[in-house]
C-alpha cells in the first residue's frame, strides 16, 4: 500500500516567517503533486514534480521532489495571512490510476 | 471556461430522504471523480468515471449511486444516509484518466445528514 506522510500535522505561524512542509514515502513516485485547500474550497492544484531532483518555484513556494521520487518538500518564505489552508501533497499511484494523498498539512499564518 | 461547478453548496437531508449532488465541467476533461472529505483530513476517493464509464468504486455502500449522463456532468444520488456521511463532498475532473496531470476541484456541497 502507498502511503504518503506529511509533517508537520499542524502549524500556526506569524507573518513574514517561513516553513517548510514534508512529504515521505516509503514508494517511489512517477510523479508528486501539491495541492492548497482553502476553508470551504476545493483543493487547488500548485505544481507537479516529476523528475527526482527537481525544484520548481511559485512566487514565494518552492517546491522540491526527493532524488529517489519518494519524499517532496514544500518551503514558503516570508508567510502570508492568505497562504492559510491545508496543504495536501498527492502521488500518482501508477498502476491503481489513483491519486494518493497525503495525510495534510493545516497551515494558520497569523497577521 | 477553467471550472467544476458543483451544487447545491450546501445540503441538509434527513436519513429517509433521497437528493442528487450534481457536478458540471466543461473542459472537455474525459475522467471525473467523486471524492468524500471528512474535516481536516485529506480526501478519500470514492468513485471514478473513466470516459463516461465507472471504472473505480472504492467499495462505496449502495446507498450512495453515481451516473454520469454525459462528458461534462456527474451526478450522486443519495438515498437514506447516516449521520457519519455528512462531509464535504468534492468532484474533480481530469484531461485524461489517472493523477498523472493533475485534477481541477470543484468547492464541494456541504452534506448533513439528520
Known amino acids: 500500500t502507498q502511503l504518503l506522510e506529511q509533517s508537520p500535522q499542524f502549524l500556526s505561524i506569524q507573518e513574514g516567517e517561513n516553513l517548510t512542509v514534508y512529504c515521505n514515502s516509503s514508494s517511489v513516485f512517477s510523479s508528486l503533486q501539491w495541492y492548497r485547500q482553502e476553508p470551504g474550497e476545493g483543493p487547488v492544484l500548485l505544481v507537479t514534480?516529476?523528475?527526482?531532483?527537481e525544484v520548481k518555484k511559485l512566487k514565494r513556494l518552492t517546491f522540491q521532489f526527493g532524488d529517489a521520487r519518494k519524499d517532496s518538500s514544500l518551503h514558503i518564505t516570508a508567510a502570508q495571512p492568505g497562504d492559510t489552508g491545508l496543504y495536501l501533497c498527492?502521488?500518482?499511484?501508477?498502476?491503481?490510476?489513483?491519486?494518493?494523498f497525503g495525510t495534510g498539512t493545516l497551515l494558520a499564518v497569523q497577521p | 471556461d477553467t471550472e467544476v461547478t458543483q451544487t447545491p453548496k450546501h445540503l441538509v437531508m434527513g436519513m429517509t430522504n433521497k437528493k442528487s449532488l450534481k457536478c458540471e465541467q466543461h473542459m472537455g476533461h474525459r475522467a471525473m471523480y467523486w471524492y468524500k472529505q471528512k474535516a481536516k483530513k485529506p480526501p478519500e476517493l470514492m468513485f471514478v468515471y473513466s470516459y463516461e464509464k465507472l471504472s473505480i468504486n472504492e467499495s462505496v455502500p449502495s446507498r450512495f449511486s453515481p451516473e454520469c449522463p454525459n462528458s461534462s456532468l456527474l451526478n450522486l444520488h443519495l438515498h437514506a444516509l447516516q449521520p457519519e456521511d455528512s462531509a464535504l463532498y468534492l468532484c474533480a475532473s481530469s484531461q485524461v484518466p489517472g493523477p498523472a496531470y493533475g485534477y481541477t476541484f470543484g468547492s464541494g456541497t456541504r452534506l448533513t445528514v439528520v
Open positions: 498527492a502521488g500518482d499511484g501508477g498502476a491503481t490510476n489513483k491519486l494518493i
Open positions: 514534480v516529476v523528475t527526482g531532483g
